[in-house]
């Protein structure tokens, strides 16, 4: 369209300004569409002939109009007709948009350079000038209707992203009508609110829909909306702006702006000398990361919910493995990579983002089926979320440290691997993304790939913490760009052991040392200085705990009852005073209900499923299994078992220990030897989860070898663990596995060997008041249990007195209590007591006397005896009276009572004195190393006698 048609249009509306009427509302709303129109063709005009963000600052001033909510109306009138005189101006030719002056109520300031294209025009309205991106809200927009419309985005972009990654799925689906609505329904918003770089922006993805296949667009559009996350968040304060929207536009066209803007530049680029940008251009992101967080909550967040994208990503590879076509499992992992990618790149994090982005390229490789996620490439892809948790690690220790995030030394060679995937036909070096650490010496600097242009530096690099050393020496020393762009080159030639840049320089470019050293001196006070201004900026990376819905709301109704109950129990009491105790005790039952439903739910809320640590061990396993050489099928099962999130992450170290003992030392050593035992050449290993008498147990079998005992005594007594001759049940010989050092493989390996697994492993178990359980039998495998309390705050415990003392036993380890009678008691060679129960002698340890309490009932036949197992030992602990059963809140005793034997903490009773917790461990311990005290080791089987036959000595 020539601009003659323009001008027609522009008349036009001078004559409506003219006859226009404060008092004419429909003269206003015909001004109105004269300007719509007027806004659409030059939308259609490249470049315009007039800004249009001009003629839309037009519109909003009618708007104002039409509704009374100008201040001054006929000063805006009068404007408007000024308005449209420049704009008949510029028109005609008469004048130039660097000429042009507007009133003060358009908002107006001209550019320093030639408008290019549409799309650099709507980046003025949010920005101040070319090198600096602000956000401003429009002028009288209702705040309380954008915060609503703000905080309705997250979800409907969410929503945007799934139809897109459906679409590209299947093109014959419902998908592009509902992207279509969804568009034209952002469009109208953001016009109404005066969002007019958005509005144009969805007015442009229309006509890109309507003019281009749909293929062309899912990738274009996923960009498009990361882009609108960070604009939406920057409106909401809670990030820093995104790139301007000319970026996201030339997007929709195809256009080179888009790949600088979103992707990483080629090692060669070099910007062009008219562009106005500092001197010294970096093709790659800053290997420092970024120097400040401008919002280190929202990275805070970032991390946490990188962590569970990357953890889904990893079990969705486990099941990519056993099916390379699943699509559905691909489409997932590669969301998960383009969400990481997106959240980094407006946070500015190029690392993450670089290796978020070429994964994402391999991914969908194997999405459109141009590779098969299977040997090397799967490999490379693990290796990529190993790459990629590192990466998150160290932003989550610099976060917490309020420094810089430290460069991972290993990057370059994944991101090589993925390279190489992703461009199979090229042979190209990694590019810039790679990151090296920076030591402190005259050859040091991260292997970079900076183009030089010949503009004069305009900011001191020394007051810049991301200045490279190629600014400070232009600076400083006055090094010519082109000299350190032959450095760069140079450097990006060297395959094998690249020097650093700055010893490039010195000899092979001709600098002098001592400038070198000076820039790279000047850049680390720089940097210095910059981490030391973000050390009060530090902040803790929260753990969070998903809580569903209908538990929060369950939580909420035992409030409400325990407040309820809490007034009845207080009109009860003014009752009773008159005698009516039955309502009193009525009550009391009823509020100690609600009280009991209300610590129940509470502590749910803790809750969360074991899923997560156990695909970390499927994802072990699998790697562990290739390094051996073995076939393993890893079987879980009751992944959706709850328990308390602190043993959930404290149980992981114990389970790597154990999955990687039953890989290397449990299966057999090869398929040829399973196959000689009579079994499948693949081995299973079964981790399996599930509930049990209050706690949970955690199983982890396999079909091996199984543990074959007289190696295992062999080997204690070549260790010098127990003495030659020394008899053993079965049970203790499967326990000297868990003896410091102990290990029966033959040679050491990168997998285990070493003897310092086990150990530690029951150590870490015991300290979640957990026991460990081991059945095998040689030649058909093992099955190792772990017993857990379900959390670690409560424990369900029997209350017992001794003397005036309450001690609290968890019912855990409760195998049942009784009264017995004198054909119970049996004496062992007077040196100690058994207790024979159902043709079984079990140790009678005195709890008086271990705990040297005074006044206690010595006469068994008039105590009460408890039964306790650890460990598939039984041990009868005499007590004088059983209270009751009761949940107690488990307390630490402090340093000067810690690591009492026998006890594992303190709880309030209700009466206000303080209870000790038993432990059952400790005690058996304390037992065995009391003088005259019969070994609970060795409780023995009794074959069917009477009484008075039974034997005086525990048999070995």
């Not at 074991?610 to 396993?621: E, G, I, N, P, Y």
Request: proline residues 5%; hydrophobic residues 40%; charged residues 25%.
């Amino acid at each position: 369209m020539d601009s003659k048609t323009i001008s027609d249009h522009v008349n036009q509306l001078a004559e409506s300004v003219i006859l226009a009427d404060l008092d004419d509302p429909a003269g206003l709303a015909e001004l109105h569409s004269l300007y719509e129109t007027l806004t659409h063709k030059l939308n259609e005009q490249q470049p315009p002939v007039i800004p249009v963000a001009i003629p839309t600052r037009c519109i909003e001033m009618i708007e104002e109009l039409i509704l009374n909510e100008s201040q001054t109306p006929q000063q805006d009138l009068d404007d408007l007709g000024m308005t449209v005189s420049v704009m008949q101006a510029l028109a005609c030719g008469e004048l130039t948009i660097d000429d042009a002056e507007f009133p003060d109520a358009i908002h107006w300031k001209s550019a320093t350079s030639d408008i290019e294209d549409v799309s650099k025009v709507l980046t003025e309205e949010i920005q101040e000038d070319s090198q600096a991106l602000t956000v401003e809200l429009p002028p009288n927009v209702d705040e309380s209707i954008l915060a609503d419309f703000l905080s309705r985005q997250p979800g409907e972009l969410e929503k945007l992203e799934c139809q897109l990654m459906e679409l590209e799925k299947d093109n014959a689906s419902n998908a592009l009508g509902e992207i279509k609505r969804m568009i034209h329904t952002l469009k109208g918003e953001t016009g109404l609110l005066g969002l007019t770089p958005i509005c144009d922006l969805c007015h442009a993805i229309e006509d890109a829909i309507a003019n281009r296949p749909v293929s062309e667009l899912i990738e274009p559009m996923l960009k498009i909306k990361d882009w609108l996350e960070r604009i939406f968040g920057a409106y909401s304060g809670q990030n820093e702006p995104p790139e301007p929207v000319r970026h996201v536009l030339a997007l929709l066209e195809g256009s080179d702006v888009a790949s600088s803007a979103v992707e990483p530049a080629p090692v060669s680029q070099t910007l062009p000398s008219n562009e106005p940008s500092p001197a010294v251009a970096v093709a790659e992101p800053d290997n420092t990361g970024p120097q400040t967080f401008a919002d280190p909550t929202l990275v805070a967040e970032f991390i946490t919910e990188s962590r569970e994208h990357l953890d889904a990503a990893e079990a969705e590879l486990l099941d990519v493995e056993e099916n390379p076509e699943d699509e559905d499992k691909l489409n997932a992992i590669f969301r998960s990579f383009h969400t990481i990618k997106g959240v980094a790149g407006f946070i500015g994090l190029p690392d993450i983002q670089s290796l978020a982005h070429i994964s994402e390229t391999v991914l969908d490789r194997a999405r459109k089926h141009t590779l098969v996620l299977t040997g090397h490439p799967l490999d490379v892809a693990f290796e990529a979320v190993d790459a990629m948790k590192r990466l998150i690690d160290r932003l989550q220790d610099a976060l917490e440290a309020g420094s810089v995030p430290t460069p991972d030394p290993d990057l370059h060679v994944v991101l090589e691997k993925l390279h190489a995937l992703a461009n199979p036909d090229q042979n190209k070096t990694v590019e810039a993304t790679q990151t090296k650490a920076e030591p402190d010496t005259a050859s040091t600097q991260s292997v970079a790939s900076e183009q030089v242009d010949d503009a004069p530096v305009t900011e001191d690099p020394k007051d810049d913490p991301n200045a490279k050393i190629g600014e400070i020496l232009q600076m400083q020393a006055q090094i010519p760009a082109e000299k350190i762009n032959q450095a760069l080159e140079i450097q990006n030639n060297l395959r094998n052991q690249v020097p650093k840049i700055g010893q490039v320089l010195t000899d092979m470019c001709g600098v002098e040392k001592d400038k070198v050293e000076k820039a790279l001196q000047t850049q680390q006070q720089t940097k210095t200085r910059a981490a030391e201004a973000t050390q009060s900026k530090s902040v803790q990376v929260a753990e969070t705990v998903k809580v569903d819905a209908p538990r929060l709301d369950r939580l909420v109704d035992a409030i409400g009852e325990l407040v309820i109950a809490q007034a009845m129990l207080g009109q009860a009491a003014m009752k009773s005073m008159s005698g009516d105790a039955a309502v009193v005790a009525r009550n009391l039952s009823h509020l100690d209900k609600i009280t009991r439903e209300l610590q129940e739910m509470a502590t749910s809320l803790r809750m969360i499923p074991v899923r997560s640590t156990f695909q970390k061990m499927a994802r072990l396993a699998r790697d562990v299994a290739r390094k051996l050489d073995k076939q393993v099928n890893f079987v879980m099962e009751g992944e959706d078992t709850e328990l308390d999130k602190t043993v959930v992450d404290r149980i992981g170290d114990p389970l790597v220990h154990m999955v990687r003992n039953a890989l290397d030392h449990g299966l057999e050593a090869s398929a040829d030897d399973r196959k000689a035992a009579g079994k499948e050449a693949a081995g299973t290993v079964t981790l399996k989860a599930y509930h049990k008498g209050g706690g949970i147990c955690i199983e982890i079998q396999d079909d091996g070898r199984g543990l074959d005992e007289q190696v295992l005594l062999d080997k204690a007594i070549e260790r010098g663990v127990i003495q030659e001759g020394e008899q053993l049940s079965q049970q203790d010989i499967f326990q000297l596995i868990f003896a410091p050092g102990f290990s029966t493989a033959k040679q050491v390996t990168d997998v285990s060997g070493r003897g310092v697994g086990m150990d530690v492993v029951k150590r870490n178990i015991e300290a979640l008041r957990g026991k460990i359980e081991i059945q095998s039998e040689k030649g058909k495998g093992s099955t190792f249990t772990i017993r857990l309390p379900l959390t670690l705050a409560i424990i369900e415990g029997m209350v017992v007195r001794l003397s005036t003392e309450r001690y609290i036993i968890p019912t855990l380890s409760i195998v049942r209590m009784l009264q017995p009678g004198e054909v119970h008691i049996k004496s062992i060679m007077q040196n100690g007591q058994a207790l024979l129960i159902d043709d079984e002698l079990i140790p009678l340890a005195r709890l008086d006397q271990l705990f040297e309490v005074q006044g206690a009932v010595q006469d068994p036949t008039q105590a009460t005896v408890v039964i306790v197992e650890n460990s598939e030992r039984k041990m009868a602990i005499l007590t004088d009276e059983l209270i009751g059963q009761q949940q107690i809140v488990i307390k630490s005793l402090g340093a000067t009572m810690r690591g009492l034997p026998g006890i594992a903490g303190g709880a309030i009773m209700s009466d206000g004195r303080v209870g000790l917790v038993v432990d059952i461990s400790g005690l058996m311990s304390l037992f065995r190393t009391t003088s005259n005290a019969p070994s609970p080791e060795l409780s023995v089987n009794i074959e069917s006698t009477e009484p008075d036959d039974v034997p005086t000595q525990l048999a070995a």
